[in-house]
Each structure stands twice: as C-alpha cells, then as structure tokens.
C-alpha cells in the first residue's frame, strides 16, 4: 500500500500530458573535454558539421581538424597520464562501415546502435573495460544523419522482442548505449535528440523502439522532443553507497532518479536498469531505499520496465581495469566467484549459485512489492 500511496502524491504533483509544464532538473555536471580531434570525412558530414558548431559554442578551445582520417597515436606510454589524457579526448570520426551493419545484442535489444563509443565517467567496474581496443578516448561518429536513414531495412526482424511476452508491443527494438553513455555527452553532440525525434517522427514500416540507458541527469534537451512513446530512456541506478564508492565523474544518484521522474512526466517509456548488483554489507536496505525512491519519483501510469544485472568481471576486464583504476577496492576475486563460460569458450566470474538465488529472490520481491506496474525484462 506504501508504494501506491507514494506514487499517488508525486503523480499530483507532476501531472503526466502536458497538463503543467515538466520541469528538469538542474544537470550536476557536464563534461568539457580537453581536445577534440575532427577527421576529414566527419568534418564533412552534416552532422559532424552540427556537433563541431556545438562544441565550439560549449567553449571548448582545442580542436583540431586533421587533414586526413587517421587519428593521431594516443597510446603514451601506458601510463596514468596517458590514460587521463584520453579520457579527456574526444574524436568526432565517422566510423568504419562495418559497424553500420548492426549486430544482435541479446538480451537488452533486437540490435545494437551505436551513437558513438567510449565515455568520459570513471566507473571503476566500466562495461567497456576489455571490449575497448586502443586508449579510451570517445568518439563520436558523424554519420548519424545517414546510419538513422539506414535502420529502416532491420525493421521487422530481430528475436529480442519478438520472443519475450514481456517485449510485446515494443516493435523492433534499437539499443544506443552498447559502448558509450549518450547523455554524458548529449550537451556537446545533439545526438540523442537526433535520435530521437528520428524514432519519434519517422514513417516506420512496422513498431520500433530506441533505448538509452545513462549514469547522468541532463534531460532538459529531451523534454519536448516529439518523441512519440518510441524512445525508452531507462537510467543506470545502484545503491547509493556502491555509486558513491565506484561510479567517479557520473551524476549522483539522486540526481538521475529526479530526471527519470522528469522524462516519465513528459511522457517517456522509461527503465531502471540497476547495475551491476553487489551484495556488500547492508546490501538490502540499500537497493530497498533506491527502489523506494525510484517509486516516489515517478507519476502514476509510467510505462516502467526493469532490468537486473550482477556484478561480473571476465580476466581481460579485470586485467584493464586494474591497470586503469590500480588503487580500486572493487572486489574482483575470481576464489568467490563462480566460472561460466559462454558461447566461445569465454570466461566469466559471477557470483555463486547459492548468492545469485538470494539475490534475484530479493529483488524480484522488492520490485513486486514496490513498482507493481513495473516489467522486470531479465535477470542475469
Ligand atoms: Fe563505463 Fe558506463 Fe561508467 Fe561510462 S557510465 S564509465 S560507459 S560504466
């Protein structure tokens, strides 16, 4: 009953539908990288064109435009330094043609959309850690006109949505966040909004549905987009302690339940994806009182879903970020751990059996207990 009552109140005071305006909350941080490297094609694209015009009004001063398409060495010496510089760096570059050939992505979505890759937070657990090649510089690509022109051709197909009751009505489903944040970087680049208003306004042959996920809080730019219902934004949540100890240089907690609340007031489907799970002391009063929160943050009648993933490292991730976070208290200790290994032979440490069962029994409980219209997509 708590929970409903919660959700009543926050609902009369942020009607849904444009009785009242939505109102955003006052973003905590906004990245200014420290160099940014144009290449000749993506100089040449429109959209490049736009986000060069952005950074240049965002003040950034070191940009440099190259004369061909190869970027310069970023390596150093593999130092710290080298290390910060390149998280620092962002490359606008149009990207090989390859990656436009869009890849399933099970279970998060149909396909994998890539806006750009790499992102300037310091998650001591970073997903990108062991699936980056080369520095962690951020590229943007500059394509984003053509590569939305080019999804038109997956519509229809796919097996995510298609083969999940709880996907039903969601259509051909695009993920965007397979290698970046876009909200870290939507100040400087537009390209969420691009996105979106293309999902929002486009004649589609068939339903669709662009996915976000982010660890940061700027929506203003996303309030009154035409989104028409087919962008889910679902935000990155932990426990507070968890995200205060490991997720550096993204917004707090709090400041990403506030924008969820405002992207579900100006009409968003929205998520949790609560990630990754770390059963630390305390473990239960933590996710309870972020799922608490979540649940006073939203209006009555959010279209909510939600995501659950554990923590997990492979060696290759931990070999990176040992080497880029050395001093890190993360526990990343394959003795605790249970092996998997998937398809190819790839290895995994996850937590037992006997931790996992208690830890999906619980939530799935608690999301029950406390977001009753909510979907829980999976568990893993
Ligand atoms: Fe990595 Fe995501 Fe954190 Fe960025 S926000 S550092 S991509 S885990």
């Not at 959700?7 to 973003?27: F, K, Y």
């Not at 937070?121 to 984003?144: E, F, K, M, N, W």
Request: hydrophobic share 40%.
């Amino acid at each position: 009953a708590a929970p409903v009552a919660a959700l009543r109140s926050v609902s009369d005071a942020s009607p849904v539908n444009g009785v009242r305006p939505v109102t955003a909350p006052t973003p905590s941080r906004r990245w200014t990288p420290s160099r940014v490297l144009v290449t000749r094609s993506a100089a040449e694209r429109p959209y490049g064109q736009r986000v060069l015009a952005r950074l240049e009004a965002a003040g950034v001063s070191d940009i440099e435009l190259l004369r061909g398409d190869r970027l310069p060495s970023l390596r150093g010496n593999g130092d710290r330094a080298a290390f910060m510089a390149a998280k620092q760096t962002l490359a606008l570059v149009v990207p090989p043609a390859s990656l436009r050939r869009l890849q399933p992505i099970a279970p998060s979505a149909d396909w994998r959309f890539d806006l750009a890759q790499g992102c300037p937070a310091h998650c001591q657990y970073c997903y990108l850690a062991g699936s980056l090649s080369g520095p962690p510089i951020t590229r943007v690509y500059a394509d984003l006109d053509e590569a939305l022109t080019g999804l038109d051709g997956y519509v229809g197909h796919g097996t995510v949505t298609s083969g999940s009751a709880a996907r039903a009505g969601e259509g051909t489903t695009f993920e965007a966040s397979c290698y970046t944040d876009p909200l870290a970087l939507e100040h400087l680049t537009g390209g969420l909004a691009t996105a979106i208003t293309h999902f929002g306004t486009h004649d589609w042959a068939g339903p669709v549905q662009l996915r976000a996920t982010t660890k940061f809080d700027d929506v203003a730019g996303l309030l009154d987009l035409p989104h028409g219902g087919r962008t889910r934004l679902r935000f990155s949540l932990n426990a507070a302690s968890v995200a205060r100890r490991f997720e550096g240089a993204t917004s707090p907690v709090a400041g990403r339940i506030a924008a969820l609340g405002a992207v579900a007031a100006a009409g968003y489907p929205v998520g949790l994806t609560i990630a990754p799970i770390m059963p630390g002391e305390g473990w239960r009063e933590g996710y309870g009182q972020l799922l608490d929160d979540v649940a006073a943050a939203l209006p009555r009648g959010t279209d909510l879903t939600v995501e659950c993933i554990t923590h997990r490292f492979t060696p290759g991730s931990k070999a990176t970020l040992t080497d880029w976070y050395p001093r890190t208290k993360l526990e990343m200790d394959e003795t605790t751990r249970t092996t998997k290994r998937g398809k190819f032979g790839a290895v995994k440490h996850v937590y037992p059996r006997d931790t996992m069962a208690e830890l999906r029994s619980w939530f799935q409980g608690a999301i029950a207990d406390r977001l009753p219209d909510a979907r829980l997509l999976y568990w893993t």
